[in-house]
Nanobody, 124 residues
Framework: EVHIVESGGDLVQAGGSLRLSCVVS????????IGWFRQAPGNEREGVAC????????YCADSVKGRFTISRDNAKNTVDLQMNSLKPEDTGVYYC?????????????????WGQGTQVTVSP
């Protein structure tokens, strides 16, 4: 029933920008907090950014603060992640996830529904 689809991943040189999009269907979108997570081979999956249900208050991990911006459009059931000043360490599969019953969280265990991911590769 719940369907989450990410898009926008690509190969980009360090210092460049990408915009990822997450389209969500199958539930009342503005009742869910949305998070972006990433995972590279050999690395643990980590939280990148999240945005609250309802009013869309954004939060970012320290590693991307000042470079990434998360936003949501409840009318379109979408969440975007604007990524600027990309670094090779940003490389990974980026996942969009939805959390039910909380206002906002960047903790992986709070998220029940996950997309399939989109690949971001940042070359030196």
């Amino acid at each position: 029933e719940v369907h989450i689809v990410e898009s926008g991943g690509d190969l980009v040189q360090a210092g460049g920008s990408l915009r990822l999009s997450c389209v969500v269907s199958g539930f009342t979108f503005d009742d869910y907090a949305i998070g972006w997570f990433r995972q590279a081979p050999g690395n643990e999956r980590e939280g990148v950014a999240c945005i609250s249900r309802s009013d869309g208050s954004p939060y970012c991990a320290d590693s991307v603060k000042g470079r990434f911006t998360i936003s949501r459009d409840n009318a379109k059931n979408t969440v975007d992640l604007q990524m600027n000043s990309l670094k090779p360490e940003d490389t990974g599969v980026y996942y969009c996830a939805a959390a039910d019953g909380i206002y906002v969280s960047i903790l992986e265990y709070d998220y029940k529904y996950w997309g399939q991911g989109t690949q971001v590769t940042v070359s030196p």
